[in-house]
């Protein structure tokens, strides 16, 4: 008797477990995470709700077929990098898809209108990436202004000079810091800045911030005025039409000579042909850039030939915290969409 009772117990856990598992492989949602490389701390959250499906081990924006299979009918798009989604990938999910969570807090490179068009919400990464972005323009700002590439270069000319006066760099205490953008980012340079002691912290924009106010930023009315008086130039805006090309021949010819001009927003905010003039003329003292346009920038491109330009291949938000920070917060705006929850950072 007590043998034939366990037996059925037994059945019925293996029925009920058969079906649970059943219904779970049909109706979890599918999540196609474009970039294998996303770290896995980033995705627990989803793991336990959706299906994953990641992007080949050499998803580049070129394979497009390849994307547009693996695309097929998901529920959500996770996507890095900087590659446009084109047309046929969202086609590919088709009306299953809900959201599109980017990851990145730039947007400048999302066709919004087309995804929008389809009813699919937005998302990107804001503000989990500000340290490290602020950190990067930390760095560029003392590497441009200490001539750090042309010292790098004398030493493997076999250039190493002793003289008093050799490479004389731009002091940033006592200076004028000018930051273009005083948004998440450009408040983080700024209070990283406070602490080489520099002279004041002025920005511009629509308005006064109170944020500004608290650091004891001030503001400028105009961009002109701006760079006019600023000995370093922080560029932290995001690219849209108004910002465009917003630096070029006639800006830098309104910065100071001594100027150095950093930039982790966008490429696209700088006609590099301008920089690079004003960079060999010594119409600014010398520059930093995390990003550039093209990207990648090409071998024989000319701001790699100047002494007084530092580079980074666009590694502002390249730290580990960070990376799995932005993957977190996109699942997290996954899951949201998937629940028919508010977002936590919608892109409108
Ligand atoms: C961003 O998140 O926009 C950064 O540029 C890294 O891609």
Not at 42 to 52: D, F, N, P
Request: with cysteine.
């Amino acid at each position: 008797m007590l043998n034939t009772k366990l037996h059925l117990i037994c059945l019925i856990w293996l029925l009920i477990n058969f079906m649970t598992t059943e219904t779970m492989s049909t109706s979890r949602p599918k999540v196609f995470i474009k970039d294998p490389d996303l770290p896995e701390e980033g995705l627990e959250i989803l793991k336990s709700r959706c299906e994953l499906i990641r992007g080949a081990k050499d998803n580049s924006m070129d394979d497009l077929a390849k994307m547009i299979q693996e695309a097929n009918g998901v529920d959500a798009i996770m996507w890095s990098g900087h590659g446009v989604p084109n047309k046929e990938i969202l086609d590919a999910a088709g009306p299953n898809l809900k959201i599109f969570a980017s990851v990145s807090a730039g947007v400048d490179h999302l066709n919004i209108s087309e995804i929008k068009s389809r009813g699919v919400l937005i998302s990107n990464t804001p503000g989990v990436l500000n340290a490290a972005v602020a950190e990067s323009a930390v760095l560029l700002t003392l590497g441009a202004a200490r001539r750090i590439e042309e010292g790098r270069r004398a030493i493997v000319n076999g250039e190493w000079k002793t003289n008093f006066n050799w490479l004389l760099g731009t002091d940033l205490v006592g200076s004028t810091v000018g930051i273009v953008g005083l948004g998440g980012i450009g408040m983080n340079v700024a209070r990283r800045l406070k602490a080489f002691d520099v002279g004041r912290i002025i920005y511009n924009g629509h308005k006064p911030k109170p944020a500004g106010d608290e650091i004891g930023a001030i503001f400028v009315p105009s961009l002109n005025e701006l760079l006019k008086e600023s000995d370093f130039i922080i560029v932290a805006v995001p690219l849209t039409k108004e910002t465009a090309l917003m630096f070029n021949k006639t800006t830098f010819a309104q910065m100071k000579k001594n100027a150095v001009f950093v930039n982790v927003g966008r490429g696209g905010l700088v006609n590099h042909d301008d920089l690079v003039e004003a960079l060999k003329t010594n119409t600014i003292f010398a520059a930093g850039l995390d990003v550039m346009t093209p990207e990648p920038l090409p071998v024989d491109h000319p701001l790699l030939k100047l002494p007084n330009c530092v580079l980074m291949p666009h590694l502002g938000s390249a730290t580990v915290k960070t990376r799995i920070g932005m993957a977190n917060l996109a699942s997290k705006n996954v899951l949201a969409a998937l629940d028919n929850k508010p977002l936590i950072t919608p892109v409108n």
